[in-house]
């Protein structure tokens, strides 16, 4: 390479219009809470990806034992939202696990959502709890369109995607204590610092991951690089 010349990063892409919280009219989202039972007076704390452990849905399980110690907590829902595909003992131990810790009335699990953006409407916080790094981990950055704060732990895309403490928040990979505290400190913030964090979180997404954009800029380096412009 010449020196003078400089790498150009193409983020991977989302749909941008179809991760728009402006288009989930309000009766997919009453016909998700009903079909689910989900209460949306409480803090609803959504963890979207297939059953599989490096997802990292027994830390999150952990974190949610000890968040629910807490002093002074205000009322909070979790779902975990993903399908086995399979994994059916993986799945009997993460019940067992929320049974153990006496999470039923806590913790439920959805094994599908036909339109994701709804889910992730009605959350008012988005956990990714990644234990392996993720190459990109498209939840970081749908939460962010979706203009969702996104707890993420500190390893792979997440690092990239989102802009700390701004569009979201990193914890320590593993460490379910971490995790839980920084929960419980998003959960002390006012109404407004959590639209706002939501409302960087959409600017995130459309400066940085439009697939539309995506194509574009991908398209036109190809022709330049055969020396069309």
Not at 32 to 56: E, M, Y
Not at 73 to 83: E, M, R
């Amino acid at each position: 390479f010449k020196k003078n010349k400089k790498l150009l990063v193409i983020f991977r892409g989302i749909n941008l219009n179809y991760f728009d919280p402006k288009k989930i009219v309000p009766s997919k989202i009453e016909k998700f809470l009903k079909q689910n039972n989900v209460d949306r007076n409480k803090f609803i704390i959504l963890l979207p990806g297939r059953l599989t452990a490096w997802k990292g849905q027994k830390i999150f399980i952990e974190a949610l034992k000890q968040l629910n110690t807490k002093e002074n907590v205000q009322s909070f829902a979790a779902i975990i939202l993903g399908g086995d595909q399979g994994r059916t003992v993986y799945k009997k131990q993460l019940m067992a696990l929320v049974q153990q810790h006496r999470l039923n009335k806590i913790i439920q699990f959805i094994d599908h959502c036909e339109e994701m953006p709804v889910a992730y409407r009605i959350a008012n916080l988005v956990c990714s709890c990644s234990v392996e790094p993720e190459a990109f981990g498209r939840v970081s950055v749908e939460a962010q369109a979706m203009e969702v704060p996104i707890v993420a732990s500190d390893i792979g895309g997440s690092i990239e995607t989102i802009v700390k403490n701004k569009t979201g928040f990193l914890y320590k990979s593993n460490d379910f204590n971490a995790l839980t505290d920084l929960i419980h400190s998003i959960m002390q913030k006012d109404y407004n610092s959590l639209k706002s964090i939501g409302r960087e979180g959409r600017k995130n997404a459309i400066k940085k991951f439009d697939v539309d954009k995506m194509c574009h800029t991908t398209f036109t380096e190809y022709k330049k690089l055969i020396g069309l412009i």
